[in-house]
């Protein structure tokens, strides 16, 4: 392996939705990416634990989302981690396992705002190079200058991908299936299947 483009992209998946596998799509297609590899975390330091899923449900909801596109890979690293799951633990962990390899770190522009309160910034920037997804009701502007703001105190590399608006969120899904209502089509076949099948944010 190695020479690889590998984009990662974390998050609570609770549940995972349309929304998650929308934004990996367009991101590995628009900058060119071989893979995207979708990490599930363990327990958040940045989540209240009782709104939460447990960590193998999530983790398996991801696999059924992501099981008919063979650009996308599920990693249980982080559920398997015991204690709070740290953005830069699993990207150290991924380029010494994977040196020959680029990382393109994933997340939503406005994380860019609170990306100096996470744990270790410094050493995110140290593994991989940023994707910020900006959504077209952002600021050009402001995004622009926390961008330059960021790679200068960091020294790493930003990149700004312009990104399709979409309204949907894992906590509005849970609230539609506390009151019962549909949420098909917000989330894929199989995981709807898994929720019900599993009876989870009942």
């Not at 998946?13 to 599930?40: S, T, Y």
Request: proline letters at 4%; hydrophobic letters at 35%.
């Amino acid at each position: 392996m190695g020479n690889r483009r590998i984009g990662i992209m974390g998050g609570t998946f609770n549940p995972v939705h349309m929304g998650h596998l929308l934004l990996a799509e367009w991101v590995r297609g628009e900058v060119g990416l071989d893979e995207i590899w979708l990490i599930p975390n363990g327990v958040s330091y940045m989540k209240e634990a009782q709104e939460v899923a447990p960590a193998e449900d999530r983790l398996r909801m991801t696999e059924l989302a992501i099981k008919r596109n063979r650009y996308f890979k599920c990693l249980d690293l982080e559920v398997k981690r015991s204690g709070y799951t740290y953005s830069y633990e699993t990207l150290e962990e991924l380029t010494r396992a994977y040196p020959g390899d680029t990382f393109y770190f994933i997340l939503g522009a406005d994380c860019l705002f609170t990306l100096e309160t996470w744990k270790c910034p410094e050493r995110i920037f140290q593994c991989c190079k940023l994707i910020a997804a900006v959504r077209d009701d952002a600021s050009p502007e402001a995004m622009e200058e926390k961008k330059k703001e960021l790679e200068q105190r960091f020294g790493g590399e930003i990149l700004l991908l312009p990104f399709v608006r979409m309204s949907l969120s894992s906590t509005e899904i849970r609230e539609r299936i506390r009151q019962g209502k549909s949420v098909r089509y917000m989330v894929p076949d199989s995981v709807l299947t898994y929720i019900e099948g599993k009876r989870l944010y009942k």
